[in-house]
């Protein structure tokens, strides 16, 4: 069983939008930092951003900085990655991780199944 799970991933045209979201029925995500990740057939996985747990600091890669945005809804038990302008070079699997620590270490352990992003017209 996964520690996290992944939604809200499709098919988007370029130019759109998409808000993934990540949650845990095995974590209580408000007390711990947690990394976007995205892997595109036969490369390896690339971070996109992480948010501690105190919701600052945020690390965005810088070529999706102005694009992407990561947050927690209130009861920090779901985290989001909110994707705007997509193009089709960021089709990929999406995934979130942790460390299960509360602030960004950049090799997380614990993973989710990830989900697909589509981005075509």
């Known amino acids: 069983q996964e520690y996290l799970v992944e939604s809200g991933g499709g098919l988007v045209q370029p130019g759109g939008s998409l808000r993934l979201s990540c949650k845990s029925s095995?974590?209580?995500?408000?007390?711990?930092?947690i990394s976007w990740f995205r892997q595109a057939p036969g490369k390896e996985r690339e971070g996109l951003s992480c948010?501690?747990?105190?919701?600052?600091?945020?690390y965005y890669l810088e070529s999706v900085k102005n694009r992407f945005t990561v947050s927690r809804d209130n009861a920090g038990s779901t985290v989001f990655l909110q994707m705007n302008s997509l193009e089709p070079e960021v089709t990929d699997v999406y995934y979130c991780a942790t460390d299960i620590i509360d602030y960004c270490s950049g090799t997380p352990e614990y993973w989710g199944q990830g989900i697909q992003v589509t981005v075509s017209s």
């Open positions: 948010i501690s747990m105190t919701n600052e600091p945020t």
């Open positions: 095995r974590l209580n995500l408000e007390f711990y930092a």
